[in-house]
């Protein structure tokens, strides 16, 4: 498509500038709180996109990350001078922040249907993401997510709902068989934060252990907003498990990795995609061993791929002063999949684009994006990570 080609351009010149800028000192991190990006000229055709992620509370630095992957994504795009419906489309980000609770996630949403967005990008967390697209789809606004894996997300009949990752399913199983076959993780013992993404991603993984042969020891629970384990952790001691698997968030994991150690549990550790940060290491502090941690990013690019990733990484680092978290760039893709279903579309009115979006195939810097009937990626991908010296470590890109 034009607009494919025109991206293409704008990402060979994001690396370029990246390559060019190595050597010099990172900028002051963008402010926590930034106006909405890009105020249309005069007579131009201003085209809202919302954004609604937790920029505030514990996991503010991955709420942030994803709100820097919309930014970077709608400044190319007015970058680009496109033309919608027969005049200069200027791109408007409106950002929320939902600060990880469903409550004000359903408020938040609410906000940006009585802006009249064109389509949102959001939200991260699957216990936001799925009340709140109740709401959108009544309003019949397009929303994508670049983070949310519950499953029941995309399974509710909704027409607009897409994500851009693969789901628990696959996340959560593929870490269960990975705990037993590669791990040698005989007796694994589950903890959930009992939210929609962590309970979900810990009920997935407890079946792949299961389906591998190994032995679930314990299955205890937590909630998002705890810092005292040592009870739970008392009680798996006793039960002597190879692997402890956490489904929820880093804030959370890294506390828990500092009482393991405390307690003397030597067990390998695991987690899906919200334990699976650049922060992670500093929140466990030295509860964290090198290869004691396992986790898995719902998406991944390997070979020719690699290299638009690692340019968007370059470029992030330079524009933001902060390494990418996790999803950033999924939801720098997920932007300009919307807009590129809007140019082929000649139009923003969500129904006129929604048919566009059902049938993306669309080159982004995660990979190849295409939807099936439910609105989930097609041939999804997971990247296992583990940590040594404190930094992220790929192991094997999966599909």
């Known amino acids: 498509m034009q607009l494919n080609f025109k991206l293409a351009l704008i990402a060979a010149a994001v690396a370029l500038a990246a390559c060019g800028k190595k050597e010099e000192a990172a900028p002051v991190a963008a402010p926590a709180a930034e106006p909405a990006v890009a105020a249309a000229p005069a007579g131009g055709n201003v085209i809202k996109i919302g954004h609604v992620g937790p920029t505030s509370g514990a996991i503010a630095h991955l709420g942030k990350d994803n709100e820097n992957g919309a930014r970077m994504a709608i400044e190319e795009l007015n970058a680009a001078n496109l033309v919608i419906n027969g005049a200069p489309a200027q791109f408007e980000l409106l950002p929320e922040d939902d600060a990880g609770d469903p409550k004000q996630g359903v408020a938040a949403a609410q906000k940006l249907v009585d802006a009249k967005v064109a389509g949102v990008i959001g939200h991260l967390n699957s216990g936001t993401t799925i009340p709140a ?50 791990l040698k993780g005989k007796n694994v013992a589950v903890i959930d934060d009992r939210t929609a993404y962590g309970q979900g991603v810990a009920d997935e993984f407890e079946k792949g252990v299961k389906a591998a042969g190994g ?41 828990m990795l500092k009482q393991m150690k405390s307690l003397g549990i030597n067990a390998k550790f695991m987690g899906g995609d919200g334990i699976c940060s650049s922060e992670l290491p500093k929140l466990a502090g030295d509860g964290m061993a090198d290869e004691q941690v396992y986790c898995a990013e719902a998406g991944g690019v390997e070979g020719e791929q690699k290299a638009g990733m690692d340019a968007f990484r370059a470029n992030f680092q330079t524009k933001y002063g902060a390494e990418v978290q996790v999803y950033a760039p999924y939801v720098y893709d997920a932007v300009k999949v919307m807009v590129n279903a809007m140019v082929a579309a000649n139009s923003s009115d969500p129904v006129k684009y929604l048919p566009e979006l059902k049938k993306t195939n669309f080159q982004g810097v995660t990979g190849t994006i295409a939807f099936d009937e439910k609105g989930d990626i097609k041939n999804g991908a997971l990247t296992l990570m583990t940590y040594k010296g404190g930094v992220r470590t790929p192991i094997a890109v999966i599909r």
């Open 133 to 182: 697209s109740q709401l959108y789809n009544d309003a019949g606004i397009p929303q994508i997510s670049p983070s949310a894996t519950n499953p029941k997300y995309t399974r509710q009949g909704f027409q607009g709902a897409f994500r851009v990752v693969a789901d628990d399913v696959h996340l959560g199983g593929t870490l269960g068989k990975y705990a037993v076959e590669t």
């Open 215 to 255: 032995t679930i020891v314990g299955r205890e629970f937590t909630n998002d907003k705890a810092s005292d384990f040592n009870a739970i952790l008392t009680t798996l001691k006793a039960k002597k498990p190879d692997v402890v698997f956490f489904g929820g968030m880093d804030a959370v994991a890294g506390p």
